[in-house]
Nanobody
Framework: QVQLVESGGGLVQPGGSLRLSCAAS????????MGWFRQPPGKEREFVAR???????YYAGSVKGRFTISRDNAKNTMYLQMNSLEPEDTAVYFC?????????????????WGQGTQVTVSS
C-alpha cells in the first residue's frame, strides 16, 4: 500500500506561482508512476500531469508549458510547479499512484490517492 499526502496549496493571485508536494510512504515509491489530478468546483476530477518512475512526463493540454511535474525518489516526494496561474486553475489538487504502464491519464488507472490540497487563484 501507498499513503499519499499533498501540501503546498493556498491562495494566489492570477499570474502567480505555487509548488505542490506529494509525500509518499508505505511502499517503494520509485516503482510507481505518479500523477496529479484536480477537481474544480462543481466539476469532475481531471488529469493534470504524470511522471513515470524513470522521469517520463505527460501533461494535459491546459497546463502544458505552465506546470512542471517532477519527483525526488530519494525523498519519496513528487512535486508540481505551477506558474502563470489562472482563475481556471482553481481546484482541489490530488496526487495519485499507479503501477500501470502507458500515458496514465485515466482516473481508473490509479490505485492510491491523497486527500487533496486546495488551490485558489483569485485577485
Amino acid at each position: 500500500q501507498v499513503q499519499l499526502v499533498e501540501s503546498g496549496g493556498g491562495l494566489v493571485q492570477p499570474g502567480g506561482s505555487l509548488r505542490l508536494s506529494c509525500a509518499a510512504s508505505g511502499s517503494i515509491f520509485s516503482r510507481y508512476t505518479m500523477g496529479w489530478f484536480r477537481q474544480p468546483p462543481g466539476k469532475e476530477r481531471e488529469f493534470v500531469a504524470r511522471i513515470t518512475w524513470s522521469g517520463g512526463t505527460y501533461y494535459a493540454g491546459s497546463v502544458k508549458g505552465r506546470f512542471t511535474i517532477s519527483r525526488d525518489n530519494a525523498k519519496n516526494t513528487m512535486y508540481l510547479q505551477m506558474n502563470s496561474l489562472e482563475p481556471e486553475d482553481t481546484a482541489v489538487y490530488f496526487c495519485a499512484s499507479t503501477m500501470q504502464n502507458g500515458i496514465n491519464y485515466r482516473i481508473s488507472e490509479y490505485d492510491y490517492w491523497g486527500q487533496g490540497t486546495q488551490v485558489t487563484v483569485s485577485s
